[in-house]
């Protein structure tokens, strides 16, 4: 099941660049999408029925985290996928895109579906491999308008990723150097199974060092400030599908390989120090995003920032510890993936009707584009912790965590940074929703509509109620991380 689906996505990028007609590589795009999105629930389904399951002479590995992350990658990317048909459509009709880089979209579409899903699944240290696979593939979606201003953005991301990953690299060789005192020189010295079996017995001073590289590694690639900077403009300056699925789903996959590191580090480090780390880079990731999003012009650049702002606010879940903590940051995880995929197609809607990222440019959204307006007001109270919608409950929850573990100070900051952005962040919103347009009313397509439909059921639903088996699967996670 676990070649399956990682076989998948990479076939459906063949096929797609052998298609012939827009409509045919759309059909094999959504067909792909919906192929990888029954394998990995399937597999989801498999992992939580019977426990982990080890493929590939022991390469690669599901456990229950590993099933999380499966899901979040097959969901997003599914809705994504019907995103894209109205979205690039209406790209290619208007004349931006051409039929040949339709089709290389579609083909790179898949192969980064296919390299986000090896992250979830692989079982060793070379997930740091998978990871820099997600760079490069990201980062030629990131060029395919060829403008100055993507490519510039591609070339950033890419440096300073790149110099992430480096320091990733130091902390995984590190953490092979203290498994091979106590494994040997074997393989099995590099796989997740093994290595947290014996993780208790690791040099305590050379997994700190570890887990400081890797820390800012990940954290460069999950956009933790301060090695946050490329986030923005990567962002606002890719295809919004592109966008939603880096903000939704890749800084989630490198936020996975920090908590996987994170469970290593902690059995020979004990909890306080990786736990102050991670709870110091979040209060600084969502101060350093206070002042962005309250001033902020762009309205991508401003659901970047807000990026940032729930990587850190994951990290503080997983700093504060404890089953509360865990818990809400697991949570935490999928509840922003849906909800800030929602915003990123709410915004490409608006940026296809409005032809500006610019916020001054833009009012009345509710008029122009009813639909639109009305998913974009809900998204924007979702992504801001309102009540009653899943954020809420997941940012709840990890608050208490703090309080709960005594981390007073912490929990105080992170209310405070939360109550300031949600005035800048709503404020800016309601500029662009109220107001009057001169804009003929109508939507951009029915595809984006649907597929900003689908994420707003996860939105609202989980905010009311999880259902048991999804509870028991967070709670696995819980188990693992712990």
């Not at 590939?56 to 990317?77: E, K, P, Y």
């Amino acid at each position: 099941m676990i070649e399956y689906l990682l076989i998948a996505p990479i076939l459906i990028g063949i096929l797609c660049f052998f298609a012939r007609s827009k409509k045919e590589v759309e059909a094999i795009s959504l067909t792909g999408s919906i192929t990888t999105l029954v394998i990995g629930l399937t597999l989801v389904e498999n992992v939580y029925r019977q426990g982990v399951i080890i493929s590939w002479t022991n390469a690669l590995f599901a456990d229950a985290f590993s099933a999380f992350i499966v899901l979040i990658v097959s969901i997003v990317g599914f809705v994504a996928s019907i995103y894209s048909i109205g979205y690039m459509g209406h790209e290619f009709k208007h004349g931006i895109m051409d039929f040949r880089k339709l089709k290389i979209y579609y083909v790179l579409f898949h192969i980064f579906m296919f390299t986000m899903l090896l992250v979830g699944v692989t079982n060793n240290l070379g997930l740091w491999i998978a990871i820099e696979m997600t760079t490069l593939v990201s980062a030629l979606l990131m060029i395919l308008y060829t403008k100055k201003s993507s490519v510039e953005a591609a070339w950033k991301y890419m440096i300073i990723c790149t110099v992430g990953i480096t320091f990733a690299l130091f902390g995984t060789i590190l953490t092979y150097y203290a498994a091979v005192k106590i494994l040997g020189e074997t393989g099995d010295a590099l796989n997740w199974t093994s290595l947290i079996a014996v993780a208790g017995q690791f040099d305590p001073t050379i997994m700190k060092l570890a887990f400081i590289f890797i820390l800012i590694g990940y954290g460069t690639k999950a956009g933790l400030a301060p090695m946050h900077t490329w986030l923005p403009d990567a962002h606002s300056e890719a295809p919004t599908p592109v966008s939603a699925l880096l903000s939704g789903v890749l800084l989630n996959c490198a936020m996975y390989g920090i908590i996987r590191f994170y469970t290593i580090a902690t059995k020979s480090t004990g909890p306080d120090f990786t736990g102050n780390l991670l709870i110091i880079f979040g209060l600084l990731s969502l101060g350093v995003a206070v002042p962005f999003i309250i001033l902020q012009e762009d309205y991508k650049r401003m659901l970047a920032y807000s990026s940032v702002e729930h990587m850190g606010i994951i990290a503080l879940g997983i700093g504060f510890g404890g089953v509360y903590g865990i818990f809400g940051a697991v949570l935490h995880m999928f509840n922003h993936a849906m909800t800030k995929s929602l915003m990123f197609f709410g915004a490409g809607n608006v940026l296809l009707k409005y032809e500006t990222k610019e916020i001054g440019k833009v009012s009345g959204i509710v008029k122009s584009m009813p639909a639109t307006g009305a998913m974009l007001l809900i998204g924007g109270l979702a992504i801001t912790g309102s009540p009653p919608f899943s954020i809420f409950l997941s940012e709840f929850t990890i608050l208490s965590a703090g309080f709960l573990q005594g981390n007073i100070i912490s929990s105080v900051l992170f209310l405070l940074f939360m109550i300031m952005i949600f005035a800048g962040f709503f404020n800016n919103l309601a500029k662009m929703t109220f107001g009057t347009s001169g804009i003929i009313p109508g939507e951009v397509s029915r595809w984006t509509l649907g597929a900003m439909a689908i994420l707003l059921v996860f939105v609202i639903v989980l905010g009311v109620y999880i259902p048991p088996f999804f509870y028991e699967m967070i709670m696995k996670v819980v188990a693992v991380v712990r």
